[in-house]
């Protein structure tokens, strides 16, 4: 099964120091999205591409907070600097139809301490 | 704003019952409404898909009915057995492209044996 791919699982790190996640996508799919998960809020949307162009990033801090997707195979969410609320689950999903629903990877567990 | 409630945080039923799990939603025209299921330390998984004009929708032992004048999906898993314990969240999606979804916080089942 085709699968979504996000490194690291798990990063602790101190406040303040610069965060990045990745994510490979399915390949050719053409919509990327960047979800928080916490207990208190759910799922937010935090950015989405399609075709590698960003789409809607009205979700993310901004002052802190970048999404790129250098090459179809690659995503990339950045924290810098990194503060202890930023503290979450964060998952990459990808899809081309809402049909067949989107595909979400394992996430990456933040802990900023 | 939008909102999106799922009826309880968890539920807990004997196996072999069917298991309901409600989805309501406010100041939202949903174009489709998806269910996905997750488990521990682990992203969503698509289920199914149930349109604005579609009243029901069936795959195997789910069954999910969406009706837009009472702004709610029910969600059934029949002869529900231990495996099925997870947390079920419901998302609302826009419009028929592949834009973000609005996700619920969830509903934990537990299924008793």
């Known amino acids: 099964d085709a699968r979504v791919t996000q490194t690291p699982r798990h990063k602790v790190t101190e406040m303040g120091q610069e965060v990045t996640m990745r994510c490979q996508p399915i390949l050719g799919h053409n919509t990327v999205f960047w979800y928080r998960q916490t207990m208190m809020q759910g799922l937010e949307l935090l950015a989405y591409?399609?075709?590698?162009?960003?789409?809607?990033d009205s979700g993310m801090p901004k002052d802190r907070f970048s999404a790129e997707m250098p090459d179809a195979t690659l995503a990339t969410l950045k924290i810098q600097p990194s503060e202890p609320r930023d503290s979450a689950v964060y998952f990459c999903?990808?899809?081309?139809?809402?049909?067949?629903?989107?595909?979400f990877g394992s996430g990456t567990r933040l802990t900023v301490v | 704003s939008q909102k999106i409630e799922q009826n309880s945080e968890a539920l807990n039923i004997q196996e072999g019952k069917t298991a309901t799990l409600t989805c309501n939603y406010t100041?939202?025209?949903?174009?489709?409404l998806q269910w996905y299921r997750q488990d521990p330390g682990r992203g969503p998984v698509f289920l199914l898909l149930?349109?604005?004009?579609?009243k029901e929708k069936r795959k195997e032992r789910l069954k999910v009915t969406f009706d837009t004048t009472l702004k709610q999906s029910l969600f059934h898993i029949t002869a529900s057995q231990p495996a099925d314990s997870a947390t079920y969240l419901c998302?609302?999606?826009?419009?028929?492209?592949?834009?973000?979804?609005?996700f619920g916080k969830g509903t934990r089942l537990s299924v008793i044996a």
């Open positions: 149930i349109r604005e004009n579609e």
């Open positions: 591409f399609r075709n590698r162009a960003p789409l809607d």
């Open positions: 998302a609302l999606g826009r419009d028929s492209g592949n834009t973000p979804l609005v």
């Open positions: 100041n939202y025209s949903p174009a489709y």
């Open positions: 999903a990808s899809g081309t139809n809402p049909n067949y629903g989107y595909t």
